[in-house]
DNA sequence: TTAGGGTTAG
């Protein structure tokens, strides 16, 4: 009976009639009637009614059943507790490949991606054959990651007999695309015989987020070609062409994006709402943001965290801590992102006080305790304002909990990079010893580094970390800029005077820098006027 | 067990 209302997603009934036949009848559960009580946990994410139903299956001797096991590993891991999760599985006598699946997707569900690596491993090493559940799970953790063990999880599906199961080839799209090999993607996409709603919006996704907008809509343009075949796009696929035409930074796509939403019908929903918002402002156009954010009936705190960043990155400091406080008028509790949002503005928007400020107030005014993405950018703010030494003594600040994680070259990082703006080599090379330590991988450091020897004269050591740049054969990425001129996108790298850009094109910059400089030459002279 | 809205320096 239980188990028919848990089936019903009326697990709160289902809680209910347990509690009323183990405490008032004096009923003894069985194991499967443990297994439906746990079922009910696990949907209502009720972690306290969980480990009391955990401590009822020792009590009744029941923690040697297979299948009860297999439900508590489930109900930890989705109320959140992995380790307890964990725990469960080590402490089985016996285990099925259901079991280590379930452990397998509890650690990737609570994103402890090297976990459910090793755990992935021990089962090749204890002879558990991977199934689809167990490959789909490993591909989200090659993702995540970012490591590229898609080829050798392909094989396995090939060899497995697998290569007709959809969902394993969405995720297989998905973690190719993501770990940039979008062309392997786009070649799995075209040999499939059926392909959903989810590969064809994997697709664009994939192609939008390796910087390849153009492809993306070509794909989304085909899919509704094929509309008649049953290939409608949903809520997500539209959210993922948002994403391409954020890309290609272009108004008109965005409103012609935007104008799609409004005729499918999927403008309505807060999630389609949010990503218009951002759309608008990655393309610079803060009203339109400003108008689909009025526009969205229920706002929760994404929504708002979205117009807070999008004031944030259009240099508008002040609108985002107005806008942290009129959302906390209406009731909406700011998470950890949305304060990330409102300091990121402040410091983009050079308001230093005030970001201090709310960084140190965070925790009692909002209830958010400080991550160490909000020291970082606490140091970026300091840096931006010039204030070096501050920024560096704050960095030796962070709690080293918070330091041990694995993004913790961040803040060395954007140290270095105020730095190098304000010529500092006394506190910039401290910060670059750090970054190349920490990230050796990444060609920013080096090439920081560079810039702040060369600025102080130092041509040497300036040349030999260029050269261990190439010693340790580390990929450059240039930064670039798109400006549309009609039609035609023009990508703009730092020193390129490619015979691809019209000359005129050239003279234009020229002509704007020098008009820049002018005026900020008179921007210095006001200032030097008012002390 | 697959795609999806907000954040961080280059």
Redesign the pocket.
Known sequence: MIGGFVHCKEAQIGMLMFQKMVYERGIEPDGLCMVSILKACTHLKDLTMGTSVHGLVIYRGLDCDLFVGNSLI?MYSKCQDADSAFKVFDAMPRRNRVSW?SIL?GF??NERHLDALTLFYSMGKEGIEAD??T???V??TS?HLRMFHCKSVHCVTIRRGYVSN??????LI?TYA?CNDVDLAWKLFNGMKKR???????MI?GFA?CGRPEEAITVFHEMMRLQAQDQKP????I??L??AC?ASAELKRSKWAHGIAIRTGLSA???????I??MY??CGAIGESRKAFGQ?LE????????MI??Y??NGLGHEALALLAEMKLYGLK?????I??VL?AC??GGLVEEGVSLFNSMAQDHGVEPR??HY??VV??L?RAGKLVMAMEFIKKIPQDLKAAA?A??A???L??ACR?YRNSEVGLEAASH?LEL?PG????Y??ASSIYAASGLWVDAASMRSLLKERGVRVVA?YSLVHVGHKAYRFVAGDHSPAHDGNIHSMLQLLHACMKAEKRNIVDDLDLID
């Open positions: 489930d699946n997707t990737v569900f689809e559940v490959l789909v799970n591909l989200q993702k959809e969902l394993l080839l969405n995720s998905d993501k959903d709603v989810v590969s064809w919006s994997t996704s987020s949903n809520e997500i696929t959210i993922n948002f994403e954020s929903e807060v999630a389609v709402g949010t990503a918002v951002d402002s990655k969205i706002k929760n705190t994404v929504s708002w965290s979205a960043a999008a944030g990155m700011p998470n950890a992102v949305t990330l949002s990121s410091s983009h160490l993405e970082t950018c970026d703010m840096g993004r070259s961040n060395w990082g954007a270095l990079s703006s970054v990230e990444n060609s920013a450091g090439l920081q930064g």
